[in-house]
């Protein structure tokens, strides 16, 4: 089976027509395969007002995927034929295509084919230059079309196919290169390296066959022929836009940085900055400003839905401003509040002039629909989320950005989180046993789905909204996050970081316990079942979706998926059937209180938060107070004689009221059952100092108070967050047989002192 995938213009016809010589009823030909733009073609028709068949028949792939679904079921091999095309002659080739279609206007019919040109140019440099906001299907549609080159190899090609164009050097000498996916392969050429090209890399696949590519559907032969020479004469750019534009791994991919400098001169309606130096000469400085013109597409949206979180939305907004990038762009959507939280984010942005922001505020509160909102109005390809009543730890945007960086496939990135009070107070991990792990099949997914901090810590490839179909509000009215860690498995990975980069709050108002989740009353529990019986209603509807459209990275786990989405989704019907008949055996529970709290489990309460001197040497024996007070945070197990264990991930808030502090000194010692792997610790969530314990006896490490980063945090000058990681720790059990100790052991912590001076100390690097 062979299926000629190209973008418009790009030897499509001609390619169809050669190989259906030589394997006739075998070849198949698209545009586009994923839902993306079959969609904006689907939503264009119902509103426009000429003769789109041809356009909707050249995306219609129902003949097409019967036969992918037979060739995947027999285990055929499966041969994409595909070519990339300088980014701005393609678009102004592909205008002219749908001419009739997108571009055309009655007075064109009095016009001559200069004039149109010039139109026409200006409307594509629009569509290149200016973000469509709102919904506009015609305009939605024209811009997709012109930008179709930035984002069409990953969405076609990398991402469903698992093909790896950007991973993988291109031939730019020959001008193709093969790559090979289990039993699918693609010849990707380059249109200017010509026909010729095609024919090496077709005879290259399919040996003992020559082929001779035919010239078919010309744009210079058609009609529009005379408007199309005129197009490609008049058409201008500015050169920020289109270094911008040949700047992006989907042109520097292909293409040398001799040729990129070419082209820009070509469509630049500005004079080169390079005119005085010799040909094919690229400073350092050049590629500078070209790379640092990405910035203005924005990598990453940081969006922050926002109801009546006027308390706390303020820390939110210190803490995202304090590691701002200049790629990042600002999303704030007030759901229809009825405090002052809209008035502090405005006072807020009046202080960064650097931040690019968009405000929306709703007149009705609308919850769920938040998401149409940011598939509308973020221009990120990365959306972090940051919920308004927490707060975004040290380097939180930075590590999410490489997580996506690092890994091209990952369409969601979540964390660990350390959890505080409705004031600020640090109160203990979230997760004290955390690992980092790449989750890659949906089953994996479904079986945690309920893990309900993963809305606070995450960030996802904007994909994960637009390659389904749209979320009904009204069919799924709570949390977003009961559905993205499937979705991203579907179309790529899961990536969760073991260390805590948000600050969970955790107050009686949140959406969580408003839910009803952990309630010990009926209505509660009823509510709560019915939004997870909703959610998982459409995670039955999203791998139907995506089986539908074949928008998924391995395909052959979609079975799986949804017979256990399925099986999950009956299983929680019988549960809620039953608190629902219990519901109405005692005529619907208990009633609320005008607070509507009855029944809410509270938020945890704060642990012991101890107050250490200088001068003194606090030992960790057992039931003394300091052992005591640790304790009571999470990751820390029961005082034993001479110390205390950590688990994985232990964080404890300890008062330092005196300014004179510099360093901690902590007494550290491992465990005789497992050698241990280097220990990280960090105050306040700053730079982590590594140190390695010994496996037997004790060492004394020191670690650096920073006084003047102090107080930057919530929780105030005097409270210290002290966190110690062992990412090694494991359980002695899984070690040792003759120790059935299940609890996993990080680190053992003999004492802590603080010190006023270093004097001939060396703190640990």
Same mark, same amino acid.
């Given at each position: 089976?062979?299926?000629?995938?190209?973008?418009?213009?790009?030897?499509?016809?001609?390619?169809?027509?050669?190989?259906?010589?030589?394997?006739?009823?075998?070849?198949?030909?698209?545009?586009?395969?994923?839902?993306?733009?079959?969609?904006?073609?689907?939503?264009?028709?119902?509103?426009?007002?000429?003769?789109?068949?041809?356009?909707?028949?050249?995306?219609?792939?129902?003949?097409?995927?019967?036969?992918?679904?037979?060739?995947?079921?027999?285990?055929?091999?499966?041969?994409?034929?595909?070519?990339?095309?300088?980014?701005?002659?393609?678009?102004?080739?592909?205008?002219?295509?749908?001419?009739?279609?997108?571009?055309?206007?009655?007075?064109?019919?009095?016009?001559?084919?200069?004039?149109?040109?010039?139109?026409?140019?200006?409307?594509?440099?629009?569509?290149?230059?200016?973000?469509?906001?709102?919904?506009?299907?015609?305009?939605?549609?024209?811009?997709?079309?012109?930008?179709?080159?930035?984002?069409?190899?990953?969405?076609?090609?990398?991402?469903?196919?698992?093909?790896?164009?950007?991973?993988?050097?291109?031939?730019?000498?020959?001008?193709?290169?093969?790559?090979?996916?289990?039993?699918?392969?693609?010849?990707?050429?380059?249109?200017?390296?010509?026909?010729?090209?095609?024919?090496?890399?077709?005879?290259?696949?399919?040996?003992?066959?020559?082929?001779?590519?035919?010239?078919?559907?010309?744009?210079?032969?058609?009609?529009?022929?005379?408007?199309?020479?005129?197009?490609?004469?008049?058409?201008?750019?500015?050169?920020?836009?289109?270094?911008?534009?040949?700047?992006?791994?989907?042109?520097?991919?292909?293409?040398?940085?001799?040729?990129?400098?070419?082209?820009?001169?070509?469509?630049?309606?500005?004079?080169?900055?390079?005119?005085?130096?010799?040909?094919?000469?690229?400073?350092?400085?050049?590629?500078?400003?070209?790379?640092?013109?990405?910035?203005?597409?924005?990598?990453?949206?940081?969006?922050?839905?926002?109801?009546?979180?006027?308390?706390?939305?303020?820390?939110?907004?210190?803490?995202?401003?304090?590691?701002?990038?200049?790629?990042?762009?600002?999303?704030?959507?007030?759901?229809?509040?009825?405090?002052?939280?809209?008035?502090?984010?405005?006072?807020?942005?009046?202080?960064?002039?650097?931040?690019?922001?968009?405000?929306?505020?709703?007149?009705?509160?609308?919850?769920?629909?938040?998401?149409?909102?940011?598939?509308?109005?973020?221009?990120?390809?990365?959306?972090?989320?940051?919920?308004?009543?927490?707060?975004?730890?040290?380097?939180?945007?930075?590590?999410?950005?490489?997580?996506?960086?690092?890994?091209?496939?990952?369409?969601?990135?979540?964390?660990?989180?350390?959890?505080?009070?409705?004031?600020?107070?640090?109160?203990?991990?979230?997760?004290?046993?955390?690992?980092?792990?790449?989750?890659?099949?949906?089953?994996?997914?479904?079986?945690?789905?309920?893990?309900?901090?993963?809305?606070?810590?995450?960030?996802?490839?904007?994909?994960?909204?637009?390659?389904?179909?749209?979320?009904?509000?009204?069919?799924?009215?709570?949390?977003?996050?009961?559905?993205?860690?499937?979705?991203?498995?579907?179309?790529?990975?899961?990536?969760?970081?073991?260390?805590?980069?948000?600050?969970?709050?955790?107050?009686?108002?949140?959406?969580?316990?408003?839910?009803?989740?952990?309630?010990?009353?009926?209505?509660?529990?009823?509510?709560?079942?019915?939004?997870?019986?909703?959610?998982?209603?459409?995670?039955?509807?999203?791998?139907?979706?995506?089986?539908?459209?074949?928008?998924?990275?391995?395909?052959?786990?979609?079975?799986?998926?949804?017979?256990?989405?399925?099986?999950?989704?009956?299983?929680?019907?019988?549960?809620?059937?039953?608190?629902?008949?219990?519901?109405?055996?005692?005529?619907?529970?208990?009633?609320?209180?005008?607070?509507?709290?009855?029944?809410?489990?509270?938020?945890?309460?704060?642990?012991?938060?101890?107050?250490?001197?200088?001068?003194?040497?606090?030992?960790?024996?057992?039931?003394?107070?300091?052992?005591?007070?640790?304790?009571?945070?999470?990751?820390?197990?029961?005082?034993?004689?001479?110390?205390?264990?950590?688990?994985?991930? @232990?964080? /404890?808030?300890?008062?330092?009221?005196? *300014? %004179?502090?510099? +360093? &901690?000194?902590?007494? #550290?010692?491992?465990?005789?059952?497992?050698?241990?792997?280097?220990?990280?610790?960090?105050?306040?969530?700053?730079?982590?100092?590594?140190?390695?314990?010994?496996?037997?006896?004790?060492?004394?490490?020191?670690?650096?108070?920073?006084?003047?980063?102090?107080?930057?945090?919530?929780?105030?000058?005097?409270?210290?967050?002290?966190?110690?990681?062992?990412?090694?720790?494991? @359980?002695? /059990?899984?070690?040792?047989?003759?120790? *059935? %100790?299940?609890? +996993? &052991?990080?680190?053992? #912590?003999?004492?802590?002192?603080?010190?006023?001076?270093?004097?001939?100390?060396?703190?640990?690097?």
């Amino acid at each position: 089976m062979i299926i000629v995938l190209t973008y418009g213009k790009v030897f499509t016809t001609s390619l169809a027509e050669t190989l259906a010589v030589s394997f006739p009823g075998n070849v198949y030909k698209s545009h586009s395969l994923q839902p993306f733009f079959p969609r904006l073609v689907q939503d264009y028709e119902s509103v426009a007002k000429v003769d789109i068949s041809g356009l909707h028949k050249s995306v219609s792939n129902y003949e097409l995927s019967k036969r992918m679904d037979l060739a995947d079921r027999r285990g055929e091999v499966v041969t994409f034929v595909s070519g990339v095309r300088d980014p701005i002659a393609r678009s102004l080739s592909v205008a002219m295509q749908l001419y009739h279609e997108l571009f055309e206007e009655p007075s064109d019919w009095d016009n001559s084919p200069e004039l149109i040109a010039k139109r026409i140019s200006q409307q594509i440099v629009d569509l290149w230059q200016t973000e469509t906001v709102g919904y506009d299907p015609k305009r939605l549609l024209a811009e997709a079309t012109v930008r179709f080159h930035l984002t069409w190899f990953q969405q076609e090609l990398a991402t469903p196919f698992g093909f790896d164009v950007f991973g993988t050097e291109f031939d730019k000498d020959r001008g193709y290169t093969i790559y090979t996916n289990g039993n699918k392969r693609l010849l990707l050429f380059r249109y200017e390296s010509g026909p010729a090209a095609v024919e090496r890399g077709l005879s290259e696949l399919f040996q003992n066959h020559n082929f001779h590519l035919s010239h078919a559907n010309s744009g210079d032969e058609k009609h529009t022929g005379s408007i199309y020479r005129e197009l490609r004469k008049c058409f201008k750019m500015p050169r920020a836009t289109l270094e911008t534009i040949y700047a992006n791994p989907s042109v520097t991919q292909f293409y040398t940085d001799e040729e990129i400098r070419l082209a820009v001169d070509c469509w630049a309606e500005d004079p080169s900055p390079l005119d005085v130096r010799s040909v094919g000469q690229l400073e350092q400085t050049d590629v500078t400003a070209v790379k640092s013109a990405q910035i203005v597409k924005f990598k990453a949206t940081v969006v922050i839905p926002l109801f009546n979180n006027a308390a706390f939305i303020g820390e939110l907004l210190d803490s995202i401003f304090s590691q701002w990038l200049p790629e990042l762009e600002l999303l704030v959507v007030d759901d229809a509040s009825t405090d002052t939280g809209l008035d502090i984010v405005m006072q807020k942005l009046a202080t960064r002039p650097d931040i690019a922001s968009t405000i929306l505020s709703h007149e009705t509160n609308c919850v769920h629909a938040t998401l149409a909102d940011i598939a509308t109005h973020a221009r990120g390809q990365i959306i972090i989320q940051a919920d308004s009543d927490d707060i975004m730890l040290p380097g939180r945007i930075e590590k999410t950005l490489k997580t996506f960086d690092d890994n091209p496939l990952c369409r969601l990135v979540t964390s660990n989180a350390l959890m505080i009070s409705e004031t600020g107070i640090p109160i203990g991990m979230f997760d004290i046993d955390p690992q980092a792990l790449v989750v890659k099949r949906p089953d994996d997914t479904v079986r945690k789905w309920g893990s309900w901090w993963i809305g606070a810590t995450s960030a996802f490839h904007r994909s994960v909204l637009t390659a389904f179909e749209t979320v009904d509000p009204e069919l799924c009215p709570y949390g977003f996050d009961l559905l993205s860690p499937l979705r991203a498995t579907l179309i790529g990975t899961h990536h969760h970081l073991a260390e805590p980069l948000v600050a969970w709050r955790q107050h009686r108002k949140n959406s969580h316990r408003l839910a009803g989740t952990f309630s010990n009353q009926l209505q509660h529990q009823e509510r709560n079942f019915a939004i997870e019986l909703m959610a998982l209603a459409q995670r039955i509807r999203d791998v139907e979706w995506i089986r539908k459209t074949r928008y998924c990275v391995t395909p052959e786990i979609i079975e799986d998926a949804l017979n256990l989405s399925q099986d999950l989704f009956f299983q929680k019907f019988e549960i809620w059937s039953r608190v629902r008949n219990k519901m109405a055996a005692t005529a619907n529970g208990v009633a609320l209180n005008s607070d509507g709290q009855v029944g809410l489990k509270p938020p945890p309460g704060i642990p012991a938060i101890m107050t250490v001197l200088p001068g003194h040497k606090y030992q960790m024996r057992g039931g003394s107070p300091i052992s005591n007070a640790l304790a009571t945070w999470r990751g820390f197990h029961t005082p034993e004689e001479k110390h205390i264990w950590t688990s994985r991930y @232990a964080a /404890v808030a300890l008062r330092i009221s005196s *300014p %004179d502090v510099k +360093v &901690l000194a902590i007494t #550290l010692g491992g465990s005789l059952f497992f050698p241990l792997q280097k220990v990280s610790i960090s105050i306040n969530f700053g730079k982590p100092t590594e140190v390695q314990p010994p496996q037997v006896g004790q060492e004394v490490f020191h670690i650096p108070l920073d006084q003047d980063s102090l107080g930057s945090m919530p929780w105030g000058k005097d409270l210290v967050v002290l966190t110690i990681f062992v990412p090694g720790a494991d @359980a002695p /059990v899984n070690r040792n047989p003759d120790h *059935p %100790d299940a609890r +996993v &052991l990080g680190v053992a #912590l003999f004492a802590l002192e603080p010190v006023t001076h270093l004097g001939g100390l060396e703190c640990a690097e």
